[in-house]
């Protein structure tokens, strides 16, 4: 499953992500990551998710961070979901193409390693492609949050939220 939170600076994508983040530890088994670029979230997020500093690291364009999460799972085969905050800002790149390529490939990349991804994605989500934000299922309310389940976007603020 890959859930995509989409939304302008600004406009609670972090926040919403961090939720996520510690509902999943709550609610889910196995192993948790966090990649983002800087330290931003030490504080926010429960001690159990390993929080991975990617400006440590030489990532720059989605085939290194294709490689660099297929080499977390090599080393780790226990992660069951990985969340992403600022995809544009890992990537390098906010070209829709792309993005949406990437997002296909961590879909398969999941399905193929019993894997989930959450991340986040500067952007305005009625200017981004189906492509990208694609719905596939039903339309539904979020228990209680107001927000409308897609398959995979979901705005922050005036969010709306996808799973895939």
Known sequence: MVKAIMGLKGSGKTKQLIDSINTA???ESGSMVCIEKGSAL???I??????IDASE???GSYALLKGFISGLHAGNFDITHIFIDGLYKLSGTSDHEETAEFLAWLE???E???M???LSISADPAACPESITKEKHN???ASGSGFLRYNRVLRSSSAVSGIR
Not at 46 to 51: G, I, K, N, T
Request: proline share 4%.
């Open 25 to 27: 530890i709550k609610n």
């Open 42 to 44: 030490r504080f926010d």
């Open 46 to 51: 429960d001690y159990r998710v390993r929080l």
């Open 57 to 59: 690291y030489p990532i």
């Open 108 to 110: 398969k990349f999941g």
């Open 112 to 114: 193929a390693n019993n």
């Open 116 to 118: 989930s991804f959450t």
């Open 139 to 141: 339309r539904s309310r």
